[in-house]
T-cell receptor, first 117, second 114 residues
Framework: GAVVSQHPSRVICKSGTSVKIECRSL??????MFWYRQFPKKSLMLMAT?????????EQGVEKDKFLINHASLTLSTLTVTSAHPEDSSFYIC?????????????FGPGTRLTVL | AQSVSQHNHHVILSEAASLELGCNYS??????LFWYVQYPGQHLQLLLK??????LVKGIKGFEAEFIKSKFSFNLRKPSVQWSDTAEYFC????????????FGGGTRVLVKP
């Protein structure tokens, strides 16, 4: 089956530093990847849509300069949280859509828990 | 814009009881519907999906869901739950008009008592 990995699974950083999270599709080519944020006991909120080779599309209210997304290849997208602050602490989840599939199904990564001190 | 609502935030039931989780969406056109499950400490997994065809969809682990277009609903059911079904369940929808972006409901936390 389609597998999506994320690295790291957990990261703790100091306020003001930047953190990069990687999302990889392991056994399929993902033309589109999505980044979500999940607050405790809340649902997933879509942050941005990342298309390979082009700029990401951000949802309303998401700061593109703070959450930098790069989708440099068909199997890798990265999310960089720049100048992180405690309010950025959250669970970040990526998903990937199989470009070779006729179905619009997304496969989710295991998530990255970011804690900003 | 599409939206999804899940009626129950928390459900507590005993093993062998039947489970039904409500999901309603708002969108007038063609939709794709999904139910995801998130077990404690694990990532989202797809339980089942509806794209077209038979509105009664069977998924993994004994779950099924029925798409009722006239009610804009996609309720999830399981006839007899197990303790291992304790998890959070999310209904989601995507549409071509919205660029196939998934919109999630608020989730329902299910606790099955042994």
């Amino acid at each position: 089956g389609a597998v999506v990995s994320q690295h790291p699974s957990r990261v703790i950083c100091k306020s003001g530093t930047s953190v990069k999270i990687e999302c990889r599709s392991l056994d399929f080519q993902a033309t589109t990847m999505f980044w979500y944020r999940q607050f405790p006991k809340k649902s997933l909120m879509l942050m941005a849509t990342s298309n390979e080779g082009s700029k990401a599309t951000y949802e309303q209210g998401v700061e593109k300069d703070k959450f930098l997304i790069n989708h440099a290849s068909l199997t890798l997208s990265t999310l960089t949280v720049t100048s992180a602050h405690p309010e950025d602490s959250s669970f970040y989840i990526c998903s990937a859509r199989d470009g070779g599939s006729s179905y619009n199904e997304q496969f989710f990564g295991p998530g990255t828990r970011l804690t900003v001190l | 814009a599409q939206s999804v609502s899940q009626h129950n935030h928390h459900v507590i039931l005993s093993e062998a009881a039947s489970l039904e989780l409500g999901c309603n969406y708002s969108y007038g056109g063609t939709v794709n519907l999904f139910w995801y499950v998130q077990y404690p400490g694990q990532h989202l997994q797809l339980l089942l999906k509806y794209f077209s065809g038979d509105p009664l969809v069977k998924g993994i682990k004994g779950f099924e869901a029925e798409f009722i277009k006239s009610k804009f609903s996609f309720n999830l059911r399981k006839p007899s739950v197990q303790w291992s079904d304790t998890a959070e369940y999310f209904c989601a929808v995507n549409t071509k008009a919205a660029g196939n972006k998934l919109t999630f409901g608020g989730g329902t936390r299910v606790l099955v008592k042994p």
